[in-house]
């Protein structure tokens, strides 16, 4: 009774942001994530410690079962996990230390202890993804914001930054051209690409979902960038006509798992990430083909791509596309490998004209 | 006292009420001594305790009070002169007085005085005195010859540890000469019966002495990583849980003692036992002479208890070793990594990856190919800072091996690497039947394993550290 009651109450800014996302509403107001949040509630140690021992023994008894259901977490993560919550909740980290200690103390958190039960029960039971029960992942060096409703960036697509940096080390007239992240999420790359690009760069992100393009404008704010990166809410290059022809580079994490693969992922994505974000049809590729296509004429002669895909079936899929298909509008073209040794992304030029 | 001293105190005895009221203004003779060589014509006129040294010097009265430049500046000339005060007496001369050492808040000048020669003379053999100089005269020889500057990263290196190395001498030197002249001084003043310049003078040796104990220590932490930050990892030996659990033990006692020190510490890499404890971790300390201390913990440490995961309530002897790598601040004499001698690794569940998986585990593994050194990062909470941390521990362990590569072409210190096996046991922890801190090198102990255990380890530190300065000299 508590605890639903609890939850529907924690649930309801979130749901009300949800309800109301459709394309014309644009007065979105996004999650504050827990560790900006004012460190208002007070609580003592050890009714601290009685929580965190609570919770560090649910994740224990958790063992390897979701790692065996679904490729899941398992309980050393979820320790891990523990800790982060801990040190994004508590507003003084030195008193973390002291917690078998010095009991009586009091300490100041961002949220007060009976939500952290709840918060860490959605963990658990519901497999709620770490990251929307803080509010935030940690991705390269940034801090960024997410929430349902937005696809939480992968630790693969950082790579796609340094793919850009090094394009535009070897040739740095892109540097000062117009780029495009195209499906922006979080705005992860985008603001990832606009830190190499700097104050010189200007960078247009585009996502159809409006709780995305919301959650990405607070992360460019955080980061004093809304003067380099445009949100604009639509699908794909639609919202891009102005600048047909004139890219200097796009890059894009598109939707890629076929259609059929979803209902088998791991439990934190199937049940709690953006369908709309990761469901690319019956083979999961028909947002790669459309990207392959818009870059014909979106991109300036010259210009730089990096798209990201499901895996080398995908590369090989997308680069015959290329060739076949699109033969003399891409050169060197490549397939790059994530740190897992899976052929992850593509990247390549669009041909100078003749 | 010398006559001449007595005859020219008589005929200036205002420019001796004038010394006082210098000698109160200021915090020390070395600060006068600077300003007041700098031009020896004024120095007639502003008679500070160093100017009329320097005057009575024309007289050949004062042995130590010959020309700074002389004294400092050539160590060939430095070396085969001793200090020493107006009647003769040098630091050496005071140790052999054998005066007694009273507590410091006894007002006697011989105490203090034989307190400082002392903590000169342990500051002196923790330097390596003899090897200093020398070592000094040959690199000074060496900065003379012309052609130095052809290379220009061995001249820097070369002025770089010349400069450091006249750094210490001079510190030491005017230590001596500034215990000298308040010796001097002392004498004049009873004579002279003033009192309150006898008072003032004694309370000068006084912070002198308890400023030498600090110098004492920082002589102990001359080596040239010293200064560094530095990586702490343990790692726990066979036994299962119980040794896991020890592991953890030592990991939270550098912790603790690292925050009393006022370091800053950064988990970098921590493998969580199955039941309890660590395999093995790594911090990272940050502050000034982390290594220079926590180098005196490489080795492995010995735990004696009943193990609380025995149910059979049996004891148990368990292990964890420690290794301490500096981290290196100056650029240039890091190693160069080339990117394409890594291969990168991430720990992530199989599968496909990507938009199929949410997870929070991004821990990078960074194998440097050529000399199969790998680093671990997991602690990090981006894939991207696991890598920049895991390539920060990389880097100092490729330095570490480079340095200890050209100390075996210097013959010297190659133990921090070698006694990082497991035969190598430093210290032992006895918990049951009795309770006892040991440590195997240096024998010394204490009773109380909890407070070591909280990080009280500084004692154990310090007495390993002067050990094996001494152990040094005797080798060498």
Not at chain 1, 116 to 142: A, M, S, T
Not at chain 1, 319 to 328: A, K, L
Not at chain 2, 275 to 291: M, S
């Amino acid at each position: 009774m508590l605890k639903s009651c609890a939850v529907s109450r924690l649930c309801r800014p979130l749901c009300s942001s949800l309800s109301l996302s459709s394309p014309n509403s644009l007065c979105l107001k996004p999650q504050v994530p827990l560790f900006l949040r004012p460190p208002i509630y007070s609580t003592r140690l050890s009714d601290l410690r009685k929580w965190h021992d609570w919770a560090k023994s649910l994740a224990s008894s958790i063992g390897s079962t979701f790692e065996r259901l679904d490729n899941g977490p398992d309980s050393s993560h979820l320790c891990r996990e523990l800790k982060w919550l801990m040190e994004d909740a508590v507003e003084d980290h030195s008193l973390l230390h002291q917690m078998g200690v010095e009991s009586d103390r009091r300490v100041k958190t961002r949220a007060d202890l009976e939500e952290l039960y709840n918060l860490w029960k959605q963990r658990i039971e519901e497999r709620r993804p770490f990251q929307y029960i803080v509010g935030c992942e940690h991705w390269r060096d940034l801090v960024l914001s997410v929430q349902e409703g937005v696809l939480i960036p992968r630790p693969e697509t950082e790579l796609i930054v340094d793919l850009v940096c090094d394009a535009v080390s070897k040739n740095e007239v892109l540097k000062g051209g117009i780029w495009a992240d195209l499906g922006t999420g979080s705005g992860a790359l985008a603001i990832g690409i606009c830190k190499i690009l700097g104050s010189g760069g200007r960078l247009i992100a585009t996502d159809l979902s409006a709780a995305a393009v919301a959650v990405a404008a607070y992360n460019v704010q955080r980061y004093s960038l809304q003067d380099i990166i445009e949100l604009r809410e639509g699908s794909w290059f639609k919202p891009l006509d102005d600048v047909e022809g004139k890219l200097a580079g796009l890059v894009s994490n598109p939707p890629y798992i076929p259609s059929t693969d979803i209902s088998g992922l791991q439990a934190e994505v199937s049940r709690h990430e953006p369908r709309l974000a990761l469901d690319a049809g019956v083979d999961g590729m028909d947002a790669l083909f459309h990207l392959c296509d818009g870059a014909v004429s979106f991109l300036k002669p010259g210009g730089f791509f990096a798209f990201e895909t499901n895996g080398e079936k995908q590369c090989r899929a997308l680069v015959d596309y290329m060739e076949n298909n699109r033969s003399g509008s891409f050169c060197k073209l490549e397939i790059v490998p994530d740190f897992a040794g899976i052929q992850r992304f593509v990247t390549g030029y669009r041909r100078q004209a003749i | 006292m010398s006559k001449f001293l007595q005859r020219s105190c008589r005929r200036s005895r205002v420019n001796f009420q004038r010394l006082r009221i210098l000698f109160s203004s200021s915090s020390g003779f070395s600060s006068f001594l600077h300003k007041s060589w700098g031009n020896h014509s004024e120095s007639h006129h502003v008679l500070t305790p160093s100017s009329w040294f320097w005057f009575a010097s024309k007289y050949r009265h004062f042995s130590h009070s010959f020309p700074r430049e002389t004294i400092l500046v050539s160590t060939g000339s430095f070396a085969a002169t001793e200090l020493s005060t107006s009647d003769g007496l040098t630091v050496e001369g005071i140790l052999a007085n054998n005066w007694t050492i009273l507590p410091e808040n006894e007002s006697d000048w011989k105490s203090h005085a034989t307190a400082l020669a002392q903590s000169i003379h342990v500051i002196k053999r923790r330097l390596q005195w003899k090897n200093l100089i020398v070592r000094c005269t040959l690199l000074s020889a060496e900065l003379n010859k012309p052609d130095l500057w052809d290379d220009p990263v061995h001249a820097g290196k070369i002025s770089r540890e010349h400069g450091s190395l006249l750094g210490k001498m001079k510190e030491v030197n005017a230590l001596e000469q500034e215990l000298l002249e308040h010796i001097d001084m002392i004498k004049l003043a009873r004579e002279e019966k003033d009192v309150e310049l006898e008072s003032d003078l004694l309370k000068a040796l006084l912070n002198m002495r308890r400023n030498s104990k600090e110098k004492e220590l920082e002589a102990m932490l001359s080596g040239e990583q010293d200064p560094c930050s530095c990586y702490i990892e343990v790692q726990a030996g066979a036994g299962g849980t119980e040794s896991m659990d020890w592991a953890a033990m030592v990991m939270q006692m550098y912790k603790s003692w690292a925050q009393r020190r006022g370091y800053k510490v950064t988990v970098m890499d921590e493998m969580p036992g199955e039941i309890a404890g660590i395999k093995r971790a790594t911090i990272k300390v940050d502050g000034e002479f982390a290594f220079g201390y926590a180098k005196a913990e490489i080795g492995v440490h010995r735990l004696v208890r009943i193990s609380p995961f025995d149910s059979n309530k049996r004891r148990h002897t368990s292990f964890a070793a420690v290794a301490v790598i500096p981290i290196l601040g100056n650029e240039a004499s890091r190693v160069q990594i080339n990117e394409s001698d890594l291969r990168i690794e991430r720990f992530r569940a199989g599968g496909a990856g990507g938009q199929h998986v949410n997870t929070t585990e991004s821990a990078v593994r960074i194998i440097h190919i050529p000399t199969g050194v790998t680093a671990t990062c997991q602690n990090e909470r981006s894939q991207h800072q696991n890598k920049a941390s895991a390539m920060a521990v990389l880097q100092s362990r490729l330095d570490q091996l480079e340095m200890a590569r050209q100390a075996q072409f210097n013959a010297q210190h190659t133990q921090s690497l070698t006694d990082i096996t497991w035969g190598n046991q430093i210290r032992s922890y006895v918990l049951h039947p009795y309770r006892m801190v040991k440590d195997v090198r240096t024998n010394y102990e204490v009773s109380d394993p909890d407070s070591v255990l909280n990080g009280d380890l500084d004692s154990f530190i310090f007495s390993y550290l002067s050990a094996s300065l001494d152990k040094e000299e005797y080798d060498a």
